[in-house]
């Protein structure tokens, strides 16, 4: 395969002697191009084209591979998914292999084209420090998402204590935003404290302090998460407590009202039936309170017992102040 058939199917940018590749949606006709022009392993191509590997670094000779996870949002949706990024890297070359699109990397490749500052300030002139540029570049963009979330947190926190306000929901949506981001970030702490050793055989330049620096960031954003996930379990307790207390209080006052009824509703149960009764029509009413003697009588009746139980519930503390 010639030069100029690699060169129209895919893009490449050159600063001095290092050459950055970036393949979006990669299929295996677009990596086998590259086979013949670069020491690729048959393993790490089926990994490219596998969207479910877990994020690693194989070691070779000549080379490193690498597998990472970033969030991407998707339009239609605001709860982040994890997207895999490859990247081989060997002593004059980068290639970056991504599932979906991770728009800072595919941003960077851009201006890299279209400014030679830009190119020359992204990937200096080893592929350890260009690694270390795209890397660092993502690490960003993760505190721009965990500023997001916490952000969605304080909102939270000021509806848990909305009685009027369903926040369980939001809660689980958050938890599941922290949990993706903890997959993420925890992994590529393991995999960067890697490639600040593996990498720096490709770079006669010392690349301790960036990868550190990264590094650094990446602590930040885990401690970060960590604070995050202990918070919204709080809420989530918080809300659920408040939901029972509330149920509580509704059960309590709607078995309070059918306990109250139940005097008027035996009474009314009794004198309903087809029985001699006092008061009844066959036994005749009485009327030394007049002619609404019987209504009265069966009212007290009713109403006593009810008054006797508020009493009794109250020096109980089940009815309120």
């Known amino acids: 395969m010639t030069n100029i058939e690699y060169s129209n199917q895919l893009e490449s940018i050159t ?3 290092l050459v950055w590749v970036d393949i979006q949606k990669p299929t295996r006709k677009k990596l ?3 086979e013949g022009k ?22 070779y ?4 591979f690498v597998i990472l996870h970033f969030p991407t949002v998707d339009k239609d949706k605001s709860i982040p998914r994890s997207t895999q990024l490859a990247i081989f890297a060997g002593p004059n070359y980068l290639i970056t292999v991504q599932q979906g699109e991770l728009k800072p990397i595919t941003e960077m490749f851009n201006l890299c084209k279209e400014n030679e500052k830009q190119k020359e300030t992204f990937m200096g002139s080893s592929s350890g420090y260009l690694l270390h540029s795209l890397i660092d570049l993502m ?34 949506l958050l938890r599941r935003e922290i949990t993706t981001l903890r997959r993420v970030v925890v992994p590529l702490r393991r995999v960067i404290l890697e490639l600040s050793k593996e990498m720096q055989r490709f770079s006669e330049e010392d690349l301790t302090d960036y990868y550190d620096d990264v590094k650094d960031h990446t602590e930040k954003v885990l401690e970060a998460l960590e604070e995050s996930k202990e918070t919204i379990e709080i809420f989530k307790d918080t809300d659920f407590m408040l939901s029972t207390e509330k149920s ?4 309590a006052t709607l078995t309070i009202l059918f306990t109250l009824s139940i005097p008027a509703t035996v009474i009314g149960a009794y004198y309903g039936m087809n029985v001699n009764l006092p008061g009844g029509l066959i036994t005749g009413s009485p009327v030394f309170l007049g002619p609404y003697t019987s209504f009265i009588i069966l009212l007290l009746i009713a109403i006593i017992p009810s008054l006797v139980m508020v009493w009794y519930f109250k020096r109980l503390g089940w009815v309120g102040r």
Not at 61 to 64: L, Y
Request: hydrophobic fraction near 40%; proline fraction near 3%.
């Open 15 to 17: 600063n001095k002697n």
């Open 32 to 34: 086998q191009m590259l």
């Open 38 to 59: 670069y020491p690729f392993h048959e393993l790490n191509i089926e990994d490219c084209l596998s969207k479910i590997q877990i994020p690693k670094i194989d070691k």
């Open 61 to 64: 000779q000549d080379q490193v």
């Open 139 to 172: 690490v960003d963009d993760l505190l721009h998402v965990l500023m997001k979330l916490e952000g969605n947190l304080d909102d939270i926190e000021d509806l848990v204590f909305d009685e009027k306000v369903a926040v369980a929901k939001d809660i689980s």
């Open 248 to 251: 509580n209080k509704i059960l």
